[in-house]
């Protein structure tokens, strides 16, 4: 379950959260679990935090920095990751379903088993990203880096 000190911090905004999390960069965010649905998180520092099962449906995480970051049966159908930095994120098995995430960065993610389908992935960088089992249809990938990219299953 999350620590509700950190979601409660992330709900102050997110001037509010990236400056705790410019002074508590040791702390690894624990926002498992949490019902963010429709929050408005543009540019937010959310590196490596534990969003593993959090409920993001229709929030706004344009430009943030997810690096790292735990995202694992995450629910993020609609939610706008447009110019998100996503490298390295672990979205297995999450929602995503019409999820936009346009120019987003998400080399060497983890999306084994994630729902893309009706996704815009337009200009997305998805070198070396796992996107083994999948669901893709109706997924938009115009433009996309896809260099070492894996579609097993």
Do not use: Q
């Not at 705790?20 to 679990?33: F, K, Q, T, V």
């Not at 993001?56 to 995480?61: I, R, V």
């Not at 960088?125 to 996107?131: E, M, Q």
């Amino acid at each position: 379950m999350a620590d509700e000190e950190h979601v409660a911090i992330l709900k102050k905004g997110v001037a509010t959260w990236n400056l705790w999390r410019g002074a508590n960069a040791h702390i690894r965010p624990d926002l498992s679990g949490a019902n963010l649905i429709e929050s408005y998180l543009i540019g937010a520092n959310l590196n490596g935090a534990d969003l593993s099962g959090a409920k993001l449906g229709a929030a706004y995480l344009g430009e943030a920095n997810l690096l790292g970051a735990d995202l694992t049966d995450a629910n993020l159908r609609n939610a706008k990751l447009d110019g998100a930095t996503l490298m390295s994120a672990n979205f297995s098995g999450a929602d995503l379903i019409d999820a936009s995430l346009h120019d987003a960065d998400l080399r060497g993610a983890d999306l084994r088993r994630a729902k893309l389908s009706e996704a815009i992935l337009v200009g997305a960088k998805l070198g070396a990203a796992n996107l083994s089992e999948a669901n893709l249809r109706g997924a938009r990938l115009e433009l996309a880096t896809l260099i070492e990219t894996n579609f097993s299953g």
